[in-house]
């Protein structure tokens, strides 16, 4: 039998700058869901206030990269009345290991989630190997 789970507000994580920037931005953590099913890995990721242009999934080393930015323009002249999270890009990196199929990672980008599906890489057999 399932338990119920009390919804409790999360909280934006702050990370750090990753390089030098020319403008004070913020980078948050974007919240991130993780799902399995017997051939994938799915990953659900919030980004408000991006824009599919404005958003990259990159994969090197082993490293799946993903940055989403805003466009800050949008909020020039604002007055905040009541705020719930703060303004800023987005920065995710997961290290992916050799049970993920690299080469058939798919994306899809709607209303501000980032969903990923990493399918799983197919198992050897095993195999009785002759002696020569």
């Known amino acids: 039998m399932a338990t119920q789970q009390e919804l409790q507000v999360q909280e934006k994580r702050e990370i750090g700058k990753p390089e030098e920037a020319t403008a004070a931005v913020n980078f948050y953590m974007p919240t991130t869901d993780i799902y399995e099913s017997e051939d994938s890995l799915i990953l659900v990721m919030e980004m408000p206030g991006v824009d599919k242009e404005s958003l990259s999934v990159n994969l090197e080393n082993d490293q799946l990269q993903l940055e989403g930015k805003i466009e800050m323009a949008n909020y020039e002249g604002l007055e905040p009345v009541y705020t719930e ?4 890009h987005y920065k995710r990196t997961f290290t992916l ?4 199929d690299q080469d058939k990672i798919s ?3 709607s209303d501000g989630l980032l969903t990923l599906t990493l399918p799983k890489a197919k198992e050897l057999k095993p195999r009785k190997i002759s002696i020569s």
């Open 97 to 100: 290991s050799n049970r993920i």
């Open 85 to 88: 999270y703060s303004i800023g």
């Open 107 to 109: 994306a899809t980008f």
